[in-house]
């Protein structure tokens, strides 16, 4: 059983997510996505032993399942930004419900007020929680959520 001193939150990011910065900036922020993981360790790193993260980002579907597969049953939680992969990605969807952990499903836009195709992720289903809209900041939102949700289940405090 993964505790809180031997476990990683794995940051897993989908296609296009590596043109953070570059990409449609009015959308998406001018923040990169390495700033945002360099911000996410340094959250992690201030805090409880062990509560680390080990994060990807690929452009390729079986890639992301894979990375899934191989860390996501020894992890304490995961947050995930499937990108275009939200709409459609059966296997992804599939691959998080079988490691069964808290898992918080990150979008930078508000994917509700955008284009009709959009609006629906498969990955919610099976999410714990969704954050969307609220830029580079909800992936520290939902570090924090994973971090006293793990906290709180193992009967200790913050």
Do not use: C
């Not at 043109?19 to 911000?39: D, K």
């Not at 340094?42 to 509560?51: I, R, T, V, W």
């Not at 680390?52 to 079986?62: M, T």
């Amino acid at each position: 059983m993964t505790t809180i001193t031997d476990g990683k939150v794995l940051v897993i990011n989908g296609p296009n997510l590596n043109t953070l910065g570059l990409r449609e900036p009015t959308i998406y922020g001018s923040r990169t996505l390495a700033s945002i993981i360099a911000e996410l360790e340094a959250y992690a790193a201030n805090g409880d032993p062990g509560f680390a993260i080990d994060s990807i980002q690929s452009n390729h579907e079986g890639v992301l399942i894979d990375f899934i597969h191989e860390r996501g049953f020894d992890a304490l939680g995961i947050i995930i930004n499937p990108g275009a992969l939200s709409h459609y990605s059966i296997a992804l969807r599939d691959a998080l419900s079988a490691v069964k952990k808290p898992t918080v499903e990150v979008h930078l836009s508000n994917i509700h007020t955008r284009e009709e195709f959009r609006h629906h992720s498969v990955i919610s289903a099976v999410a714990t929680g969704v954050i969307a809209g609220l830029g580079a900041r909800g992936y520290l939102l939902a570090a924090d959520w994973i971090r006293h949700e793990v906290i709180a289940k193992a009967g200790t405090s913050a």
